[in-house]
């Protein structure tokens, strides 16, 4: 299904864990350092550099783009080493979460507790979501490079429904259903 | 004895860098078709092909596979009778620092495990080199994610352990792994010699060609389908195709151990080898 920015909370309780989402509008990025940053700031009650309500961020440091290019080669890292930093952020509005690789329990209950939803986009599929970015610009931290926060507009970001906000779990769920093991 | 500038090196390893970044292996091509078949799934499905779609763009328009264009480790066999004009590792490191610029590479290298402060050309490499009869120089260049690296285990067997008890152990460590690492894997296992001597041989089983040993290669078929049962499938999303290959390297050693070290790669699996 086609869904589209800002991530209301509306929307947010018609996606369920499975479904393929095709993403527009406008996404941030943040990884380790910016979410270490943007934690720093809430726990000191001070102004973050963007605002969170009805926001979605996407855990990735692109590659440089070449002359000509919007941005270069930009997949999604791991997203694990974001649960630490995530509950506080879902508090604070932000809505969705764009990654890989499941997501700690506290994580997950904020994610349901919040109405928020967390999405996987294909790991090593770097090449092919960057054309799916249509605009690209750094707005906060840009002496963190690759790991600056950017403002990305994109169109059709192609998308899994991993954590939704009823409590499901594609990657619980998906891997049982295939795991011969016991 | 045959003399070898360090600038040729300089310059074969600024290539290298970036053919392994941005094209897939032939044979990854087709193991990428064979899963396909195999996948059971539907999403499973849709992410192999979205797999790849993503290499043929890459490799069309000569930008990486991924955005983790990783640390580079080089394994150099140096052949006895070639003598290196100038420093290997300055010259190997040069030609990561060209490439990567050249090629808008990623550079995701921190000069201190601390600080962690940017090298800003993605040096140093992991360089590790070895004397080999002959007149030849040989590079076998890796590309090493961290998503995959960071799930990667060693374990001190005793020696009496079984088979099984390795392949539990293997299973656990790509269980661990789930949807993180980007699978389907390639699995290189390191088994024997001492602690650091296993890390290696899983590290160097990701760029080696396979093994001849027919006990090796009927223990390596057997991981495969212990592996592909566990159901973690393509992108973690449930599936019959977990790993795309496995690959084990072995080593003599002490009576009282028996180290075994997973060494998980992404399924782009990106390396090449280079004989100057």
Redesign the interface.
């Known amino acids: 299904m086609n869904l589209e920015t800002p991530l209301t909370e509306k929307k947010v309780k018609k996606l369920k864990a ?1 479904d ?1 989402v095709y993403l527009s509008g406008y996404v941030y990025t943040a990884r380790d350092q910016a979410h270490q940053r943007l934690y720093n700031l809430i726990k000191n009650k001070k102004k973050l550099p963007i605002d969170l309500k009805d926001a979605v961020i996407y855990y ?7 002359p000509g ?1 919007i941005i ?4 999604p ?2 997203s ?1 080493r974001m649960d630490k930093f995530t509950p506080i952020l879902l508090k604070n509005g932000l809505k969705g979460l764009i990654g ?3 997501r700690s329990e506290k994580v997950k209950k904020s994610i349901k507790e919040n109405n928020a939803v967390y999405f ?1 986009a ?10 799916t970015i249509i605009e690209s610009k750094v707005i906060a931290y840009p002496e963190l ?2 790991e600056a926060i950017r403002l990305l507009k994109v169109n059709k970001f ?1 998308l ?1 429904v991993i954590n939704d906000s009823y409590g499901n779990d ?2 619980e ?9 016991r | 004895m045959r003399i070898i500038d360090k600038e040729i090196i300089t310059k074969e390893i600024a290539e290298a860098v970036q053919t392994a970044n941005f094209s897939l292996s032939e044979d990854l091509y087709e193991r990428f078709n064979q899963a396909l078949k195999q996948e059971k799934s539907k999403l499973g499905k849709d992410v192999l092909k979205e797999l790849i779609k993503n290499a043929q763009i890459a490799e069309d328009e000569k930008i990486p596979i991924c955005q983790d264009t990783g640390i580079v480790v080089i394994f150099v066999e140096i052949g006895e009778d070639v003598f290196i004009e100038g420093d290997l590792n300055e010259a190997i490191n040069y030609g990561i620092k060209i490439g990567y610029n050249e090629g808008y590479l990623r550079k995701s290298v921190v000069e201190d495990p601390f600080d962690r402060d940017n090298t800003g050309d993605n040096t140093p490499a992991v360089i590790y080199t070895e004397r080999v009869p002959g007149n030849k120089l040989n590079f076998k260049v890796l590309i090493k994610g961290a998503g995959s690296e960071n799930m990667s285990k060693i374990k001190m067997f005793n020696p009496t352990a079984t088979k099984d008890e390795i392949i539990e152990f293997i299973i656990n460590t790509v269980k661990k792994a789930g949807a993180n690492a980007c699978p389907p894997y390639i699995l290189g296992i390191g088994i024997g010699g001492t602690f650091e001597k296993a890390a290696m041989l899983s590290k160097k089983a990701l760029v080696s060609d396979k093994t001849k040993n027919d006990q090796v290669i009927k223990f390596e078929q057997k991981i495969l389908k212990e592996v592909n049962k566990t159901g973690i499938g393509p992108g973690g999303l449930g599936g019959t195709v977990t790993a795309l290959d496995i690959k084990v390297l072995t080593y003599p050693c002490h009576i009282a151990s028996l180290p075994v070290a997973v060494n998980i790669n992404c399924h782009a699996s990106r390396h090449i080898s280079i004989t100057i």
């Open positions: 499975g393929r990735t440091g692109p590659a440089p783009a070449k290019q270069g080669a930009c997949g890292t791991t694990y890989k690789g499941p996987a294909t790991g090593g599929a770097a090449a092919l979501l960057s054309k490079n690759t192609p899994v594609l990657y769920k998906g891997q049982k259903k295939y795991n011969e093991l």
